[in-house]
């Protein structure tokens, strides 16, 4: 276990704060940024003054959201700040941490505030490098790569589209019980399979729906954590690897280099997938959650599929798994609104979807084909 | 098989792809070889991503390979492809460790593992797309 995780110094989630989503018309993405960053330091029981470090994450393919316009707008001046291109929860988490851990602060909140489905993003472009020739090629949107990753596992180990289809209908269960979630209503395999597929086998279901929204947390010390309104969080492991080089690495569609985070968030934090109270897969894709499922260990590589078709991802399953809705039903914020889940049900906050005595969650997330990374949350001080 | 226009087109002037692009429009695949470490590379770049040494030659390589995974869009996903949908994309692993997205020129994939071929589909007067089709077909 890493030395990293322990001790007075030890990064520890101390406010969580989460805005409406769904549409925020007439608000700016930074406006909705620092309107997080309010509701996580109100949680915390702190005031800006309190605050001695900022990350903030960009927009997509924007120049909106950097620590400079936050801070600007927020009247901040942080000892420490960052901004990431790509600002998954998980990113941004990890580099929080790192900060409290080298002492540039003490407090840092980290956002994310995002408008792209007010300000119409355009979200159907190619992922993961060469665009000029996916695009060309017709392999457009997230969901083309995910369906060639779906065929490809289907074709090794015979995984089925109602399979598939079970990711989301479990996620939308938990998304039932989940105030926040923008898709509430229960969906059953049936309606699934009655959709129609837009990129073979994708549905509607399987893919992100674009929606606007604001996520902070603030990260400080295991010590000061101690004294503030909400039982600390802690971080108990983290992990990245990256495949850079995108489409040229061996079997990229199906993320192999993702058990390489697995291997070493467990040895991070000292535990293995049994002891995992609530799983969370940042879900662009209903695919990447049987990926992750079967590289980070929770089943068989190939069984992913009778996996989540046996319900065990279900509410009351073996296994819960974004309990929040995920991507797919709450909404799309790349893996913060997990955290933000994760937390509350570390906290027993969780309303009708508490999972009873939640103590380990692990966080997955991945930037498509090229990133990856992961933690391990707990308020279990010894762990 | 003639192609639909309205496709977005690549930027054929970008000088480290069109030569590849070039190629096509005279039925021939055409990708760089390192002359430090022999290596052929895809896509086209700068450098070697094996041994760092600028440039390279281009060089005739073949358009056939092993269908790896394929997928068939239905609706479309991006402003352009309207009149192209139902289209069928795949990924090809070709010879050298060289993996190339295409689109496949039946909407009915073939199954993986299928032996593919280059199909040159003659977009417009200066494109021409790379298309793949079973051996056999």
Known sequence: MSELFRGARRPTIAGVGTTAQGELPGQGANQIAVAAIKLALHDAGLRPADIDGLITCKNLRSNIGTDEQIAMLAGLNPKYSATLDYGTGNFSLHLAAMAIAAGLAETIVLCYGTNQRSARKPFG????GGADFQRVSGLVHVAGPAALAFNRHSHLYGTTSEQLGWVSVAQREWAAMNPLAIFRDLLTIDDYLNMPIWVEPLRRPDLTMIS??????VLTTAERAKHLAKTPVYVA??????????????????RPWLAQVA??????????????????IQDATSVWVLQMLEWFGFCGIGESGAFVADGNTRPGGSLPVNTNGGQLSEAYMWGWLHLAEGIRQLRGEAGSRQVEGAQITVDCSSHDFLKGAASVLTTLEQL | MSHPGGLPLPDLSDPINAPHWEGLNHGRLLVQRCL??????????????????PGGEWIDFPARGQLYSATVYRRAMAPGFKDHVPYAVGLVELAEEIRMVGRLTSTEPPPVGTTMTGAFLHVSADFTLLAWRPVAE
Do not use: K
């Open chain 1, 125 to 128: 472009t190619p992922v993961g």
């Open chain 1, 212 to 217: 606007d929204g604001g996520a902070a947390l």
């Open chain 2, 36 to 53: 430090e470490c022999g290596r052929a590379r895809w896509r086209p770049a700068e450098i070697c991503p094996t041994c760092w040494t």
């Open chain 1, 263 to 280: 291997q070493r968030l467990w040895a991070s934090a000292g535990i293995g997938p049994p002891d995992v109270d609530v799983l969370f």
């Open chain 1, 237 to 254: 492991g983290m992990a990245e690897q990256t495949a850079l080089r995108g489409d040229q690495n061996a079997d990229n569609l199906l």
